[in-house]
C-alpha cells in the first residue's frame, strides 16, 4: 500500500482539477437536454406508465394540456388522442361539457348519436374522425358564445375499458370599436359618453387625456347582458371650449388587447389658404355683389312698375308677373303712396320682403308666377296663436320631449320608450297634441342656434315606420334647414329657398279650408314658403330636431309659450273674418 502525505494528494488534486471541472459541466448539459426532451415527452411517459401498469386492452385518454382561447363568434378546435395508439373507430366517443350530464357530441357505431345532445350545442358541433384509425380525434365547436367557458371532457370507451381526459376553455371578446357622443349639458358644458358592446370577459374601461393620464369618469356602467357579452358606457362632463384631445380606452383582460376612440378638437378646422388666393377671392366677391345689384334693380322695378299699374294697395287681386325677367316668385312690399301728411310713415300693406324669395330651382322660363295677397293670417289670428304641446308618444327613441311638452331635443343613442302605433321610427319626429280639421292657425315655434331642423304639418294618419319619405304625396307639408345655411321646402321635388335673415322663429300658418300652408320668418317678417294642397282627415303639428352631432345642434327647438305672436300684424296685409276654428 502506498503512502501519501497530505501535501501530495493536494498537489495530485490540484494537477486533476481541470478534467474534474470539465466532466462536471458535461453531466450537467447532458442533465439539462435531458430534463427537456423528459418535459416535451412527459405525456409520452405518462402514458406508457399508465399501460405498463395496467393490464392488456386498457388505454389513456390524452387531450388539451394547456387551457384554450375561443373567440366569440368564431370556431375551436379541441383534440383527443388514445395512447398508446390504436384504432377507435369502433369504440364509443363523448364530449361533454362541465358534467356529464351535458352531453355535448356522441359518436357510436361508427356515426354520430345526436339524440342526447343538449340544445345549446345543437347544429354548432362537429366530429373529425379522419385519423380515427390510430386513435386520433377532434371536436370542432361552431360560433362560440360565452357560455361554452368551462371545462370539457374527452371520454373513450371500448366494450371492456374507458377512459376520459379533462381540459378547460377559456372564452375572450374583443368588442366594437368605441364611440364617443355628445350632449348638451346646460351652460357651457358637454357629456361626453363613450359606448361600445360585444366584450367578453368583463372589459376595463377608461378615459385619457393627450398625455394618457387617466380621467375621473361622471359615471361608468360595464354590464352583462341576455347574450353573456359586457356593453360598456362611461361618461365624463367637460368645458365645451375644451380644446385638447380625450380618448376612450376599452381593452380585454384576457387578450391584453384594447380599441380606442378619440375626440379631437382644434381652434381652426378650415384649411391654409394661400395668401395669392385671398386677393383673388376678394375680387370675386366684389364683382358678384356688382353684378346682383345691377341685375337685382332691373327685375324690381319692372315688377313694381307692373304692381303699381294693376294692383294698387291694399292688393286683393292676382296680377301674373309677365316680362318680369324672372322665372321664380315675387313677394314685394304693398306701400300706399297717397299717405296723409301727418302719417308718420308709408302704411305697410304687403308682405315686407325686398329678397328673391321662394325661387323654385326646377322652375322653366317664361313660368307664370302669381303675387299671392290672401297667404296671411289676420291680426285676430296673431292675437290668439295656437298653443301647441308635443305628443310625448309620438316622439322618436332619439328625441327627449320636454315634460311641459314644449321643447324637444335630439339624443345621441336611443332612449328606452315603450313601442307604440303612434311612436315614430321613420322619420325623427314627434307631433302636436293638437288635431286641426277646419278654420284658420298660426303659431311660432324657436329654431335659433340650430343646424338641421324639418318643421311643418303633417296628417294624423302618416306612415311611421319603414321608409317614409317626407313629402306632400306622403302627408307632410315641411320646410327644413340642411348644413347650417340651405333652407328648403320639402315639396315634390324640393324647392330652394333663398333666406336673407336667418330665421329665429318660424310662424306657421294654416288655413284648412283654403288648402294653405304658410311659413313666415318671424325675424324679419317675411313670408318664406306656401304650400297649396287639398286636405282632409286631421292635421297636427310636426317637429323633426335634427340629429345630435359633435359641438352641433346640441340646443332644442322650442315651442314660446306666448299669449300673442311675435310676427306683427302691421307686417301683414288685411284679410276677411275668420271663419270658425275646430279642433277634432
Excluded at 381652426?268 to 341685375?295: D, Q, R
Amino acid at each position: 500500500m502506498i503512502s501519501l502525505s497530505p501535501r501530495e494528494v493536494a498537489l495530485i488534486v490540484l494537477f486533476q482539477l481541470p478534467w474534474l471541472l470539465s466532466d462536471f459541466f458535461h453531466h450537467r448539459k447532458c442533465c439539462c437536454d435531458s430534463f427537456g426532451q423528459h418535459e416535451t415527452s412527459l405525456t409520452s411517459l405518462k402514458c406508457r406508465s399508465r399501460v405498463a401498469s395496467g393490464s392488456k386492452g386498457k388505454f389513456t385518454v390524452l387531450g388539451p394540456q394547456e387551457p384554450i382561447t375561443a373567440l366569440v363568434g368564431g370556431k375551436a378546435t379541441f383534440h383527443c388522442h388514445l395512447c398508446p395508439q390504436k384504432d377507435a373507430e369502433d369504440m364509443e366517443v363523448k364530449w361533454f361539457h362541465e358534467k356529464h350530464s351535458d352531453l355535448i357530441h356522441h359518436y357510436k357505431d361508427k356515426q354520430d348519436q345526436m339524440e342526447y345532445q343538449i340544445p345549446e350545442y345543437k347544429e354548432r358541433t362537429e366530429f373529425l374522425r379522419e385519423n380515427i384509425s390510430s386513435g386520433n380525434v377532434a371536436l370542432r365547436l361552431s360560433n362560440i358564445h360565452p357560455s361554452d367557458e368551462g371545462k370539457y371532457l374527452c371520454q373513450f370507451k371500448s366494450p371492456i375499458y374507458s377512459h376520459e381526459a379533462e381540459f378547460q376553455v377559456h372564452v375572450a371578446g374583443i368588442g366594437s370599436t368605441p364611440h364617443i357622443h355628445t350632449n348638451f349639458n346646460g351652460a357651457d358644458r358637454l357629456r361626453l359618453t363613450c359606448t361600445s358592446t360585444g366584450w367578453y370577459p368583463k372589459p376595463e374601461a377608461q378615459w385619457r387625456n393627450i398625455y394618457g393620464v387617466p380621467l375621473l369618469p361622471m359615471s361608468k356602467n360595464i354590464r352583462q347582458k341576455d347574450d353573456g357579452l359586457f356593453s360598456v358606457e362611461m361618461s365624463i362632463v367637460v368645458s365645451s371650449s375644451l380644446k385638447e384631445t380625450i380618448s376612450c380606452f376599452i381593452w380585454n383582460p384576457l387578450l391584453k388587447q384594447e380599441k380606442e376612440a378619440k375626440l379631437i378638437r382644434e381652434d381652426n378646422l378650415l384649411p391654409e389658404t394661400s395668401s395669392g388666393i385671398i386677393p383673388l377671392l376678394i375680387c370675386v366677391f366684389i364683382a358678384g355683389i356688382f353684378l346682383f345689384f345691377t341685375y337685382y334693380d332691373d327685375i324690381l322695378q319692372t315688377v313694381q312698375g307692373t304692381l303699381k299699374g294693376d294692383l294698387g294697395c291694399p292688393g286683393q287681386a292676382r296680377r301674373p308677373l309677365e316680362g318680369a325677367g324672372w322665372d321664380g316668385t315675387f313677394l314685394l312690399p304693398c306701400t300706399q303712396e297717397q299717405a296723409s301728411p301727418g302719417d308718420m310713415q308709408k302704411e305697410q300693406r304687403g308682405i315686407a320682403s325686398i329678397s328673391l324669395l321662394g325661387h323654385h330651382e326646377e322652375a322653366q322660363p317664361g313660368d307664370q308666377k302669381e303675387v299671392e295677397w290672401n297667404l296671411s293670417p289676420s291680426p285676430d289670428i296673431l292675437k290668439k296663436p295656437v298653443d301647441v304641446t308635443l305628443d310625448a308618444d309620438t316622439a322618436h327613441p332619439y328625441l327627449l320631449p320636454r315634460m311641459d311638452g314644449k321643447s324637444v331635443f335630439s339624443c345621441s343613442q336611443k332612449l328606452k320608450k315603450t313601442k307604440s302605433a303612434e311612436r315614430f321610427e321613420t322619420p325623427v319626429c314627434v307631433l302636436g297634441k293638437e288635431r286641426f280639421i277646419s278654420g284658420k292657425f298660426y303659431w311660432e315655434v324657436q329654431v335659433e342656434d340650430k343646424m338641421k331642423w324639418t318643421l311643418g304639418l303633417c296628417k294624423n294618419s302618416v306612415c311611421r315606420k319603414g321608409g317614409v319619405q317626407v313629402t306632400p304625396e306622403a302627408g307632410f307639408w315641411t320646410i327644413s334647414l340642411k348644413k347650417g345655411n340651405e333652407y328648403w321646402a320639402l315639396s315634390s321635388p324640393q324647392t330652394r329657398l333663398h333666406l336673407v335673415v336667418a330665421p329665429k322663429i318660424v310662424g306657421i300658418f294654416l288655413d284648412y279650408e283654403a288648402g294653405q300652408i304658410s311659413f313666415y320668418n318671424v325675424t324679419d317678417g317675411t313670408h318664406i314658403y306656401t304650400f297649396q294642397d287639398t286636405f282632409n282627415g286631421a292635421l297636427r303639428p310636426c317637429i323633426c330636431p335634427g340629429p345630435l352631432s359633435i359641438w352641433e345642434n346640441i340646443v332644442p327647438i322650442t315651442i314660446p309659450s306666448q299669449s300673442q305672436a311675435t310676427l306683427k300684424p302691421s307686417q301683414l296685409p288685411k284679410t276677411t273674418q275668420e271663419p270658425g276654428n275646430c279642433f277634432e
